[in-house]
């Protein structure tokens, strides 16, 4: 079955960096767009970051841009979000999820567990 494992997550100070993976198995990696959407405490689902199948282009939410970034080693079927001058109201529990389809806009059909980044002093 298809299955998604984020890592990488803990506490890192405002300003700081921080990479999130998602080991990814159960289906073809490389056939897929692939996405990370976040959940801050008493808030709702945030769409981060997309990447298509092969890498080839990528998108993020304004908050996210120049700051995030998104890209994937399809040879290790891995996703990952480096994540760079972070903010505490990044703080949120990430999710790698799969896209419907090789490009992004068709939503999401498959979700990790997450993992909790917090950003505090």
């Known amino acids: 079955e298809v299955q998604l494992v984020e890592s990488g997550g803990g506490l890192v100070q405002p300003g700081g960096s921080l990479r999130l993976s998602c080991a990814a198995s159960?289906?073809?990696?490389?056939?897929?767009?692939m996405s990370w959407v976040r959940q801050a405490p008493g808030k709702g689902l945030e769409w981060v970051s997309a990447i298509r199948w092969n890498g080839g282009s990528t998108y993020y939410a304004e908050p996210m841009k120049g700051r995030f970034t998104i890209s994937r080693d399809n040879a290790k079927n891995t996703l990952y979000l480096q994540m760079n001058s972070l903010k505490s109201e990044d703080t949120a529990v990430y999710y790698c999820a799969k896209d419907f389809s090789p490009w992004v806009g068709l939503g999401m059909d498959y979700w990790g567990e997450g993992t909790l980044v917090t950003v505090s002093s």
């Open positions: 159960g289906f073809t990696f490389d056939d897929y767009a």
